[in-house]
């Protein structure tokens, strides 16, 4: 087996974008083949005592217009009236449409008293950061969306988990529209991010 080298890895970390359902092509379908390789790259992420704590809900087709219905009444019903915003609702009811696949990605909680919640949740990120960077790889666009109605009891009960579920984001994923130029994005200058620890330094707290 030839790995990617660290150049290629690099290109494709960097390459990927957040790609807005608006930019992606809703008539093109993602083949069944492929969603479910993505899916699968997802579950080699790293998980705290082999839990493997994810559960993937496919929609597409016209599951996604009872998705977008779904997460409309779901805003309505549990949105108190201070935070209530129409372009919120409205685009809950386009987004859906907007791209071929909607996998809303669920924390499914196996760790018992063993593993705790916080480490299964980054275990889904990490899931999460696999399943987009291999649909970069297949040149589709992805975009993780997390509306605070996903943590609603309401929701949980509408997609069927349990009360120790988390749906910890809505990924869409689709072709890119044609004619899209791939968004720009930037970081911070690394050394802004990194302490070294080389020299000796004391072992006592120097406040005690
Ligand atoms: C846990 C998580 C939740 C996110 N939820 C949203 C969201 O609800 N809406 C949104 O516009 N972007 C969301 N994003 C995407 C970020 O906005 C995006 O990653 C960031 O702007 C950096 O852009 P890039 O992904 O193109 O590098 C989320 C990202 C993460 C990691």
Same mark, same amino acid.
């Given at each position: ?11 494709l ?6 790609i ?5 092509? &809703? ?6 083949a492929? +969603?479910?390789?993505?899916? %699968? =790259?997802?579950?080699?992420a @790293? ?32 949105? &108190? ?7 919120k +609702?409205?685009?809950?009811? %386009? =987004?859906?449409?907007?791209? @071929? ?26 899931a ?21 109605v996903l ?8 997609l069927?988990?349990q ?46």
């Open positions: 087996m030839t790995l990617p080298s660290l150049a290629e890895t690099t290109a970390i960097r390459h990927r974008r957040s807005k359902p608006v930019d992606m092509d &809703p008539q093109r379908p993602v083949e069944a492929l +969603l479910t390789e993505l899916l %699968e =790259n997802a579950t080699w @790293p998980n705290h005592g082999m839990t493997e704590p994810w559960h993937f809900h496919i929609f597409q087709g016209e599951a996604r217009q009872t998705l977008a219905e779904s997460l409309q009444n779901l805003y309505r019903q549990t949105t &108190p009236a201070a935070e209530f915003r129409e372009d +609702l409205k685009k809950m009811g %386009e =987004n859906p449409l907007l791209a @071929p696949v909607i996998v809303a990605c669920v924390m499914e909680r196996k760790g018992g008293n063993k593993i705790p919640e916080q480490e299964e949740l980054e275990a889904m990120a990490c999460l950061q696999n399943l987009m960077l291999s649909a970069t790889a297949a040149g589709l666009a992805s975009f993780w969306s997390s509306p605070p943590e609603t009891p309401e929701f949980q009960t509408w069927g988990l009360n120790t579920d988390r749906c910890v984001g809505l990924m869409y994923l689709g072709w890119p529209r044609p004619g899209l130029s791939w968004p720009r994005s930037v970081r911070q200058p690394i050394a802004n991010k990194i302490t070294w620890h080389e020299s000796a330094i004391s072992t006592t707290n120097p406040n005690a």
